[in-house]
């Protein structure tokens, strides 16, 4: 199993969506001003693009054969910056 015990998962999984919430508010700044300098849908299109790259990526990390946690816990940061156009310029 990935974790030895059920409080190890909740720590980690509790840990892992603060982190993703903390690179989200950060992105919303950068996203919110690409979109006012250049096409806003252009910026969308792409942080969906780039989201949907990055939410297949996390995924697959999570096969069983892969039991890297750190890789993982970089893929989840990187669709939080992707994921962040959505609100900035939608």
């Known amino acids: 199993p990935l974790f030895d015990n059920k409080e190890d998962a909740e720590f980690f999984l509790g840990s892992l969506d603060a982190i993703f919430m903390i ?5 919303m700044f950068f ?3 690409l979109g006012d300098r250049s096409n806003p849908k ?4 792409l942080g969906m693009i780039g989201s ?3 939410v297949r990526l996390f995924y697959i990390g ?7 946690r750190q890789q993982g816990v970089a893929r989840r940061l990187k669709h939080s910056k992707k994921s962040a156009t959505l609100w900035t310029n939608g």
């Open 23 to 27: 690179f989200y508010a950060a992105s």
């Open 31 to 33: 996203w919110g001003w």
């Open 42 to 45: 252009t910026v969308v299109l």
């Open 52 to 54: 949907g790259i990055t």
């Open 62 to 68: 999570h096969c069983p054969q892969q039991k890297n």
